[in-house]
């Protein structure tokens, strides 16, 4: 699989998970509110905070309904610079996941490191080539998407300058259900198209994204807010701070837990294997010359002289010595 580089980081098989901490709308059009999920981010240990950059009439009609709601959530233009500023001086990437072309303009001047297409967005063939023409390195979510769907945004984007792009799996409903999930599609994508392959979670709880690890994923998406009784579009299935912290942990054990795949004992089995393991004894005092019967023989722990599995190459040989009842049986004992 080919590996991607977003700003000093590289996402692949052979790399940590890229975790992405979705602050998305839940700023509620306060830059202090903004701040503070960025501080979140950063103390959860994440490598990445995104926002959503759009202004309301941009993005749907003006008399549409949601229009007037969108508004209030509006991530302001203004603010991009002061907070790409402050995530760099925090030490966590600034993502943001552009809607107009007017704001990858914008993100351009503050030479933002990667972007973030929504799935909503990836049959928006203006966006993405707008985005791709740029070379920087490009995150493409999949919600909703068939799979020639999918091709279709890859290859336009392929088209354009950039070379970089992951691809996450995504089911966009908030919450999904269980049976709806479709982990194994992590796999799928990642025989498809050979990058790495992420998964955006909008479930509840951490159990899914950490799974989603297990699986392969190369990259983790998960919304997060300062809490869950705050009003707004995605506060309600959000992780609150303690619980995104307890996410990145618990993927960083996974991790750990992955090991190389080569089925060996550990370093730290080796005694383990000496007191687990039986050996072979003698159930009954046995004579010089004696010839060992399969009654004659028991097995217990530890391993002291031959292996319990070395049983019937001892069955039928003699004994060159007298040798006690729950005396360990050794090779050089036998004829």
């Known amino acids: 699989m080919n590996d991607i580089k977003i700003g000093n980081k590289i996402i692949g098989n052979t790399h940590p998970c890229f975790i992405i901490a979705e602050a998305g709308s839940n700023h509620n059009g306060d830059?202090?509110?903004?701040?503070e999920l960025v501080d979140i981010a950063v103390e959860a240990g994440a490598n990445a905070v995104k926002f959503q950059t759009f202004t309301a009439d941009k993005l749907f009609s003006k008399n549409h309904p949601a229009n007037k709601i969108v508004k209030n959530f509006e991530f302001k233009l203004e603010w991009h610079k002061e907070m790409k500023e402050?995530?760099?001086?925090?030490?966590?990437?600034?993502?943001?996941?552009?809607?107009q072309k007017d704001a990858v303009?914008?993100?351009?001047?503050?030479?933002?490191?990667?972007?973030?297409?929504?799935?909503?967005?990836?049959?928006?063939?203006?966006?993405?080539?707008?985005?791709?023409?740029?070379?920087?390195?490009?995150?493409?979510?999949?919600?909703?998407?068939?799979?020639?769907?999918?091709?279709?945004?890859?290859?336009?984007?392929?088209?354009?300058?950039?070379?970089?792009?992951?691809?996450?799996?995504?089911?966009?409903?908030?919450?999904?259900?269980?049976?709806?999930?479709?982990?194994?599609?992590?796999?799928?994508?990642?025989?498809e198209f050979n990058v790495p392959v992420g998964f955006s979670d909008h479930s509840m709880g951490i159990t899914v994204p950490i799974a989603a690890v297990a699986l392969g994923a190369n990259i983790i998406e998960k919304h997060f807010t300062i809490s869950r009784k705050l009003e707004g579009?995605?506060?309600?299935?959000?992780?609150?701070?303690?619980?995104?912290?307890?996410?990145?942990?618990?993927?960083?054990?996974?991790?750990?837990?992955?090991?190389?795949?080569?089925?060996?004992?550990?370093?730290?089995?080796?005694?383990?294997?000496?007191?687990?393991?039986?050996?072979?004894?003698a159930a009954c005092n046995l004579k010089e010359g004696q010839v060992i019967k399969e009654e004659y023989l028991d097995y217990v722990r530890?391993?002291?002289?031959?292996?319990?599995?070395?049983?019937?190459?001892?069955?039928?040989?003699?004994?060159?010595?007298?040798?006690d009842v729950d005396s360990p049986i050794h090779w050089e004992d036998l004829i």
């Open 31 to 35: 830059i202090k509110q903004a701040k």
């Open 86 to 99: 402050y995530c760099d001086k925090k030490g966590i990437m600034f993502i943001t996941t552009p809607f």
């Open 105 to 191: 303009d914008l993100l351009e001047k503050l030479n933002i490191e990667g972007y973030k297409i929504a799935s909503g967005d990836m049959d928006y063939y203006p966006l993405l080539d707008y985005i791709s023409n740029t070379g920087k390195p490009i995150i493409l979510a999949s919600g909703m998407a068939y799979m020639d769907e999918v091709k279709e945004a890859f290859n336009r984007i392929k088209n354009g300058k950039t070379e970089d792009i992951a691809i996450l799996h995504c089911v966009s409903n908030y919450p999904p259900k269980d049976e709806d999930i479709n982990l194994k599609a992590i796999q799928t994508i990642k025989e």
């Open 233 to 281: 579009m995605d506060h309600f299935y959000a992780l609150e701070p303690k619980e995104l912290k307890q996410m990145v942990i618990e993927i960083r054990k996974v991790e750990k837990s992955m090991g190389v795949g080569i089925k060996t004992p550990v370093k730290a089995e080796f005694a383990e294997r000496h007191y687990a393991r039986r050996g072979i004894i």
């Open 302 to 323: 530890p391993v002291d002289g031959i292996e319990s599995k070395y049983y019937e190459e001892v069955i039928g040989r003699k004994v060159n010595k007298n040798i």
